[in-house]
């Protein structure tokens, strides 16, 4: 490992390199993996092997495996994973400056995941090989061999039958997620205990083992939780310096709790672009500048990215909900002027043959992501309860759409 690369695991791990209240000089913006160019994605996968090569995978899933029980079915699983993710983005750009985590709008591939192109073999790779321990053999990490907790190779379960995937949330979860949560632990629970979960446990292997940063694929999906819970801060002015709920100490969570292993506050990552957190999202407006880029757009409502718009196939088809079911779960579609980061349903991807009728006629009812497995549970310390109440929720509101006619445009 070269000199400066000893230097700065020293700093990585034992204090902040700035200060929490500095802004940033320079900010990468963390891109779909699906809309970035040729030649960003050919850095990302030289700059990720390299780091591989140099045993920061190794270093990863320790800090994972050490802080695990404290930082799961708590406040803190969120600063905690943003903090994570961002500290192996930081490891990257000593290696190319421009080096960026990039995420994976996983709900928008949740009926059928497997089928997603972002694990194709020019991506992430797909299922391992179960006549060979179920290693990876495709994909940019193809025959990875790793060495935490013992030597062994990167492998994939996939959860499903025939290298197939149970079912996910759908993007209208995650929208709904963003518009009803209560606080911020309650947003919290409503992530982590349905889309981030039914992820880790689609792909098995390393993704359900407490080293599951072993596999890139922790960080593109960590990356799109980190992206929800932004979308989320910037959706209203109080969600922006909101943080409660209970620690696992029993004691009431607070900004100015350390984190584990990085000796940081919880205050110091959560404003994008100041500390430590120098990076942003393609898809999401800082509530800050909202009102200005409105008046400078002069439009009522505006969006940004995501191409949602009141004539969009989304926009209509929530719209055509009875105002029950709207305010029960999309309530921002009441509000005077949206703000785009109350959503987060992109656009929707159609054969370019099919034409406005053939679209509406071809959607299925959408399915229903299975309870997490006991298993699964006890391992995270979740409550039983939490669980069944949250996940119940979710598939409630599934489940009510499929039954007033609703038609997901992502299935």
């Known amino acids: 490992m070269k000199v400066y690369h000893i230097l700065f695991i020293v700093a990585l791990f034992v204090f902040s390199i700035v200060s929490e209240e500095q802004k940033c000089e320079n900010v990468v913006v963390r891109k779909n993996i ?6 960003e994605w050919e850095n990302i996968k030289r700059v990720v092997n390299l780091m591989y090569q140099d045993g920061w995978f190794d270093k990863f899933a320790k800090i994972h495996v050490d802080a695990f029980k404290n930082v799961h079915g708590c406040p803190v699983f969120l600063p905690f994973h943003r903090l994570i993710t961002r500290k192996f983005e930081m490891v990257g750009q000593t290696y190319d400056k421009n ?11 949740f009926a ?15 299922n391992g090989n179960k006549e060979n321990g179920s290693c990876v053999e495709n994909g940019f990490q193809a025959s990875w061999k790793l060495s935490y907790p013992s030597e062994h190779c990167l492998k994939r379960v996939f959860n499903g039958e025939n290298n197939s995937m149970k079912p996910w949330f759908p993007p209208e979860t995650i929208t709904s997620f963003i518009q009803t ?40 999906h960590h990356s799109n939780i980190d992206r929800i819970w932004t979308k989320w801060q910037n959706a209203n002015t109080t969600n922006s310096v909101m943080y409660d709920g209970t620690n696992k100490n029993s004691e009431k969570a607070m900004l100015s709790d350390i984190m584990e292993y990085f000796n940081v506050s919880v ?18 407006i800082p509530i800050n500048k909202l009102n200005t880029v409105e008046k400078s757009l002069n439009t009522r409502p505006i969006f940004y990215k995501s191409r949602l718009s009141e004539n969009s196939t989304e926009y209509r088809n929530l719209n ?38 053939d679209k509406r006629n071809s959607y299925k009812e959408m399915p229903i992501p299975e309870f997490p497995p006991l298993p699964w549970i006890n391992m995270h310390g979740y409550k039983v309860n939490e669980v069944e109440r949250v996940v119940g929720r979710a598939r409630s509101l599934i489940s009510e759409l499929n039954s007033n006619n609703y038609r997901s445009p992502y299935y």
């Open 99 to 109: 080096f960026f985590i990039p995420y994976w709008d996983s709900a928008k591939d």
């Open 34 to 39: 699906l809309d970035i160019s040729s030649d």
């Open 112 to 126: 059928k995941p497997e089928s997603s192109k972002v694990l194709n073999e020019q991506y992430l790779g797909g």
């Open 181 to 220: 949560s209560k606080n911020f632990d309650d947003f919290r629970q409503n992530i982590e205990l349905t889309i981030h979960g039914v992820v880790h446990l689609g792909f098995g292997g390393e993704m359900t083992s407490f080293h599951s940063p072993n596999d890139f694929v922790f960080m593109v």
């Open 320 to 357: 055509i909900l009875s105002k029950s079911l709207r305010n029960k779960y999309f309530p921002a579609l009441e509000y005077e002027s949206l703000n785009p980061n109350s959503f987060d349903m992109p656009a929707p991807t159609f054969p370019k043959q099919m034409n406005s009728f």
């Open 267 to 284: 205050q110091s990552v959560f404003t994008l672009g100041q500390g430590d957190m120098c990076y942003s999202y393609d898809d999401i």
